[in-house]
């Protein structure tokens, strides 16, 4: 998609207002915490899933957000005690929090239907012609043209609240053009709109002003959850061609060899990361890993009789997960047997082009024969002592960590200039690359190699509109009594966005995408490798008490050996004692 400097330039400032900064991470978390909670609200103080919390988000607000974005919100707010969770049941909103939050959407609305009532009173004062239908009319005008109003315009609007009268007038050249842009043609309407929408904003004061701050409010929270079609194009340009690669636990996922439930998060996953530019790809490593793992299962699976239809049910039911429940689940589901479900993994490179992945071997044979993978395979030992890892295993996480080195090329510091990533289920490898990154010269300033699923989702999901129309959206949503409840935007976040409104202006279109880009996934990013030094610490005095445990077992190991000596010597000794005994006992009978 080929963009004009002047989409580019829009687009540039609604990225502007969108990439969190500094701490903003948290203002955005905080923001979809609070869109969760009044959707629980607006359902009642009733235990729900995670799916009907998604649901009432998308009835509610007209926004997509994904079942596992959700999960990961609602299990924040349950750890944060601001909600409860029964497992049969699912999660609940306290019910006096659930009567505040609707009190609070009750409030706003009153407040808001008075201030409207008064303006069109006055207005109707100025224009005594116009009809019932015209001031409804003009009513929805007000709504659309606010909207037209804080798109465009964006943080500057707080000119509107705190402004001199002249900054105030920049925001309304021209507001023939604009109207007649956004609005249908009424000629009963066109000269009244003209004049009374921009003054609605422009002479505002006391509680008109007050609401109108509780719109700029609206418009920060809005630009902060989504992002729109033409700002994710930008964003699409410089991600453009980047390698995603699989781990083997994903690729089993996606085949849906763990559950039902990872198969659908993982495919979505893939999807997401290929709409925003991404070449999904898995090595030939990991591909020989799978078969491997594949006949592995296989071959045991063969020594056991076949499960009868009723049973593979019950087991599949109540079983977590892996290969030999997924065989479980569709024997029950199609009476399949062993050896055509194995066989359907068979051509494990059919599958991965029906969902769009490459196999590719880009560096293979350099990384094998590399001195370096024995280095890094002892480091993985080191760290997962004394849990065991099985060597195939080892050796294929090792090999990836320095594949994406090469396909690096050189030390990676930016996000966007990362051209390759390793996608896992597997935790330990976050704790294993930071503690590989602390010993290389510069390390912990380069990018991870590897992301965890529910990482990757949380960065790349934001960079997916989340409704069909943003504008429509906005406009919908911009005076929700919802959005205006939540209170105030941090005045830090506020100054800076509109700090870099002015600082990117004069940056060419691409390379403001590029460091904005950069900003959102590095903080991001830095998130992620604090969690992993926290998870490396506690992995580190897990060690230590290993450790002390394993020399403890050492020292029992030594006492126990010598007690096992000094038995066999006394069995010795007992035996050579009834050995006399016998031989005096044949003498005396000789005699």
């Known amino acids: 998609m080929g963009f004009t400097d002047e989409q580019l330039y829009a687009a540039i400032h609604r ?116 009809s019932q239908d015209d001031s409804q009319r003009l009513e929805k005008d007000l709504k659309i043209f606010a909207a037209k109003i804080f798109v465009q315009h964006g943080a500057k609007c707080a000119d509107l609240i705190y402004a001199e009268q002249e900054k105030k007038d920049e925001i309304f050249k021209s507001p023939e053009e604009s109207l007649s842009d956004i609005l249908p043609q009424y000629p009963v309407l066109d000269k009244i709109r003209n004049t009374e929408l921009p003054a609605f904003f422009r002479d505002a004061k006391g509680e008109r ?45 996606l085949f849906d060899l763990r559950t039902p439930r990872d198969a659908k998060a993982v495919r979505r996953l893939i999807g997401i990361s290929q709409q925003i530019g991404y070449i999904v790809a898995v ?21 056991f009789p076949e499960v009868p239809k009723n049973l593979a049910g019950v087991g599949a039911n109540y079983s977590q997960g892996g290969f030999i429940l997924s065989y479980w689940r569709k024997h029950a589901e199609t009476g399949i047997s062993l050896e055509d479900f194995i066989a359907a993994y068979r051509n494990s490179d059919k599958l991965s082009e029906r969902y769009g992945i490459e196999i590719r071997d880009d560096f293979c044979a350099e990384v094998q024969e590399d001195p370096e993978l024995k280095n890094q395979i002892d480091m993985l030992y080191h760290l997962a002592d004394p849990i065991f890892i099985p060597d ?24 966007s200039d990362a051209p390759a990533w390793f996608l896992t289920f597997d935790k330990k490898l976050n704790r294993y690359d930071y503690f590989a990154r602390s010993r290389e010269k510069n390390g912990l300033s380069v990018v991870p190699f590897c992301i965890s699923c529910d990482d990757w989702l949380q960065l790349i999901r934001p960079l997916s509109p989340r409704s069909h129309d ?48 950069d900003s959102f996934f590095i903080q991001q990013l830095e998130k992620i490798d604090n969690e992993t030094e926290q998870m490396g610490l506690r992995g580190n005095e897990f060690v230590a008490i290993a450790e002390k445990f394993r020399e403890e077992k050492e020292r029992y190991k030594k006492l126990l050996d010598e007690e096992k000596k000094t038995a066999k010597r006394i069995e010795e000794a007992k035996k050579r004692i009834e050995d006399m005994d016998m031989a005096i006992a044949e003498r005396y009978m000789r005699k």
């Open 209 to 253: 002003k007050k609401y109108i701050a509780e719109l700029l409010n609206s418009s920060f929270l809005l630009h902060t959850i989504q992002i729109d079609k033409a700002c994710s194009m930008l964003v699409k340009n410089i991600l453009k061609g980047r390698l995603l690669y699989l781990d083997t636990n994903v690729l089993y996922a």
């Open 392 to 415: 195939n295993i080892a050796e294929h996480d090792a090999f990836h960590r320095l594949l994406i080195k090469k396909l690096r090329g050189e030390k990676i510091n930016k996000f």
């Open 15 to 130: 990225l502007c207002h969108f990439v969190p900064v500094d701490s903003t991470d948290i203002f955005c978390y905080a923001v979809q915490e609070f869109l969760v909670q009044q959707a629980m609200a607006n359902r009642g103080a009733v235990p729900l899933q995670s799916s009907d919390v998604r649901d009432s988000l998308k009835n509610l607000f007209g926004l997509e957000f994904e079942l596992k974005e959700v999960e990961i919100i609602l299990n924040r707010l349950y750890r944060a005690e601001k909600i409860a969770y029964v497992k049969e049941s699912g999660y609940r909103l306290d019910l006096n929090k659930c009567n505040a939050l609707r009190e609070s959407v009750k409030d706003g609305e009153d407040r808001e239907r008075k201030i409207i009532d008064d303006w069109l009173k006055s207005v109707i004062s100025k224009h005594p012609e116009l």
């Open 283 to 303: 090595s030939t490593k990991t591909m020989e890993e799978f078969n491997s793992s594949l006949n592995f299962v296989a071959k045991n699976l063969k020594k």
């Open 470 to 517: 943003f504008d429509k959206t906005f406009v919908t949503l911009l005076s929700s009594p919802y959005f205006r409840s939540y209170g105030d935007v941090p005045a830090q976040l506020a100054g800076k966005i509109i700090s870099r409104l002015t600082y990117f202006k004069d940056y060419s279109p691409e390379m403001a995408a590029k460091i904005l880009t």
